[in-house]
């Protein structure tokens, strides 16, 4: 059974920083990739980051673009997201979602972010709040 288990989400002020983990159970890091995604309270769902063995720079959404840093660590088969310039309007719940796929080409990102991106598994996400 897959399993993606996130922690690190809180309370933090403007400027401040965070480190999100995901832990996967029961798939291979190296097989797939791990996406990163936000719902903030009255607004869609918003790919924010992914990363994959094949694609280990990991890819951006423009609005957390130079803020955010997404890494694995294959020998804990975790995903990290080290958020960075925390600002209010980065509040919402961030959720850990695994596809079973991984690519070289940098336009499967792209895809997977987007709002027709599909995700295989997914966790119960970790709230992250931004305020003074």
């Known amino acids: 059974e897959v399993q993606l288990v996130e922690s690190g989400g809180g309370l933090v002020q403007p400027g401040g920083s965070l480190r999100l983990s995901c832990v996967v159970s029961?798939?291979?890091?190296?097989?797939?990739?791990i996406g990163w995604f936000r719902q903030a309270p009255g607004s869609e769902r918003e790919g924010v980051s992914c990363?994959?063995?094949?694609?280990?720079?990991?890819y951006y959404s423009d609005s957390v673009k130079s803020r955010f840093t997404i890494s694995r660590d294959n020998a804990k088969n975790t995903v990290y997201l080290k958020m960075n310039s925390l600002k209010p309007e980065d509040t919402a719940v961030y959720y850990c979602?695994?596809?079973?796929?991984?690519?070289?080409?940098?336009?499967?990102?792209?895809?997977?972010?987007?709002?027709?991106?599909?995700?295989?598994?997914w966790g119960k996400g970790t709230l992250v709040t931004v305020s003074s």
């Open positions: 979602e695994l596809n079973r796929g991984a690519y070289y080409s940098e336009s499967f990102y792209r895809g997977l972010l987007g709002p027709g991106g599909h995700m295989d598994y």
């Open positions: 029961g798939f291979d890091l190296d097989d797939g990739t």
């Open positions: 990363v994959s063995s094949r694609f280990t720079r990991g």
